[in-house]
């Protein structure tokens, strides 16, 4: 049964450490060197204590920046900014400005973020360290977790937004086999620092569950991965195609993914459908305009955007982290 007690203070987090408040005040806002022994000392505290800043303290201290960063794996990726534009319509009209931000896995980066003091903070990425989300949860900034890989290891501290990716890629596998495809490859993320999926990784894991299940042929032959640049992946797909292993079905990561896999598929004299089907993911504008164009499943921007917002500002205001989770849908086109 909760307990019915006050919300842990700095002076309580400074008690358990062993420090001074103002040593305290150093390492939350990461504005002065704090010596390394302190620093973990401060850091464990807050973790036990589940300490959050007094956000509305803060306001009237005049410190509320009114500012929103989202950090994101790949922000030329049409989808995040799609998310923000859909963000920013609700966040505006409260009196947020928000940030999209590509996140780099060291620890500067997450001082760097600290330093800025934001009011929230969004993170959708699928390769940014388990430690470095962790440690942007005990700063005391509200975060919000767009799940598109499982945090084995993160407190409930955070919010949690499921965007259907799951449930999506299993449906895409689904249709190709509805379709009669039964000899599908999958089109892993580039990565130009070798942060490639793992089981960990929602849409990954969904369509590995879905073969199997399935009773289709998954190899690691078929999983396309490894790759650091497009043209780079252009040439594996064509690599795969010619090397007499059968093909029927292809599926992308994401629709940029899928655009690549299909242009190669074009050159190495398949037709698409007829030869091959195509799908994406993410529902992106190109998909519409290519030649076929490119069946995708689509994620609901515009409700999980709004969840987002109205998730962090009841956060900022003190409430308790969420759970919401949110279904996607099938956009068919002439790839398919």
Do not use: W
Not at 63 to 72: E, G, R
């Amino acid at each position: 049964m909760k307990q019915n007690k006050s919300a842990p203070t700095r002076r309580d987090v400074a008690e358990r450490a062993g420090v001074s408040v103002t040593i305290v005040s150093y390492v939350l806002n990461n504005n002065r060197y704090v010596a390394k022994d302190k620093k973990e000392r401060v850091l464990q505290a807050v973790k036990e204590l589940h300490y959050r800043p007094n956000t509305v303290a803060r306001a009237l201290k005049g410190k509320k920046s009114n500012h929103i960063l989202f950090i994101a794996d790949n922000i030329s990726n049409e989808h995040f900014g799609k998310i923000v534009e859909e963000m920013d319509r609700i966040a505006y009209d409260k009196g947020y400005l928000i940030s999209l931000l590509a996140d780099r896995n060291d620890a500067e980066f997450v001082a760097q973020v600290n330093s800025r003091q934001v009011d929230g903070i969004v993170i959708s990425s699928a390769g940014f360290d388990e430690v470095y989300v962790q440690q942007l949860i005990d700063s005391g900034v509200p975060v919000v977790l767009l799940m598109n890989r499982e945090y084995t290891g993160i407190t409930d501290q955070a919010g949690r937004i499921y965007t259907g990716l799951h449930q999506g890629m299993r449906d895409c596998v689904k249709f190709l086999e509805q379709k009669g495809r039964r000899h599908l490859l999958y089109i892993d993320r580039i990565s130009r620092h070798g942060r490639f999926s793992t089981r960990d990784d929602l849409r990954f894991r969904a369509f590995c569950e879905q073969m199997e299940e399935s009773g289709l042929e998954l190899e690691p032959e078929r999983i396309v991965t490894g790759c650091s640049s497009e043209q780079q992946l252009f040439e594996l797909v064509c690599e795969k195609l010619s090397s007499g292993m059968p093909v029927d079905g292809i599926v992308g990561r994401n629709d940029n993914l899928a655009c690549v896999a299909m242009r190669a598929a074009l050159a190495c004299g398949r037709q698409v459908p007829g030869d091959i089907s195509v799908i994406g993911f993410d529902n992106s504008r190109m998909s519409a305009y290519v030649t076929p164009a490119l069946t995708s499943m689509e994620i609901d921007r515009a409700q999980i955007a709004k969840a987002i917002v109205t998730m962090l500002d009841g956060m900022i205001a003190g409430e308790e982290p969420q759970c919401r989770s949110f279904a996607t849908r099938l956009v068919e086109r002439d790839s398919t």
